[in-house]
């Protein structure tokens, strides 16, 4: 079973601030198969970026990824209020088919 | 517009039963794989089931084997019945479009609430 461990858990900035957010694989995933979701307070799950660097439909160029092998990065280069939210990295594999990391909540400083 | 609407959440006891639905408007619903996903109260996400777009194979996390079943009709509906429910099983239940190269969710509905609870 693959397994995601994000870093850090939680990630507190300032608006206009770099923020990065880590998500390694406890073995080598294919880089097609890692995406990102940020979930907001109150709201479902939101796909911001798939096969770890292509931005989903509507998603601001704020938002990118980057990474290989284990190790994938999503960076938000200007952080805006209205990132307040939870992101996870997700990946596709075998048994269990999807898994998802825990988690980094970024908070507005 | 691409939209999800899940129901059929509600209270039901430790061993019983409930059917979660999921309508789907939008898109061609048949030319889609389709998931479930799950997030207990304060916690992370958990893929729990999908079902191809013919219906031809499904998968499911191990802990819900033999116990969960997704099913999907020809139309626009996903559903997943879900018996001998446990506590563990608490969670809001997420219907979830599975993109193309069916590797990631990228249409979400807004999910629908099962307590489990004596």
Known sequence: EIVLTQSPGTLSLSPGERATLSCRASQVINSAFLAWYQQKPGQSPRLLIYATSSRATGIPDRFSGSGSGPDFTLTISRLEPEDIAVYYCQQYGSSPRFTFGPGTKVEIK | ?118
């Not at chain 2, 992370?44 to 079902?51: N, P, Q």
């Not at chain 2, 559903?79 to 590797?103: I, K, S």
């Open chain 2, 1 to 118: 517009q691409v939209q999800l609407v899940e129901s059929g959440g509600g209270l039901a006891k430790p061993g019983g039963s409930l059917r979660l639905s999921c309508e789907a408007s939008g898109f061609i619903f048949g030319h889609y794989y389709m998931t479930w996903v799950r997030q207990a109260p304060g916690k992370g996400l958990e893929w729990v089931s999908y079902i191809t777009s013919s219906s031809s194979y499904a998968d499911y996390r191990d802990s819900v084997k033999g116990r969960f079943t997704i099913s999907r009709d020809n139309v626009n509906s996903l559903f997943l019945q879900m018996d001998d429910l446990r506590a563990d099983d608490t969670a809001v239940y997420y219907c979830a479009r599975t993109a193309a190269n069916g590797a990631h969710f990228d249409v979400w509905g807004r999910g629908t609430l099962v307590t489990v609870s004596s």
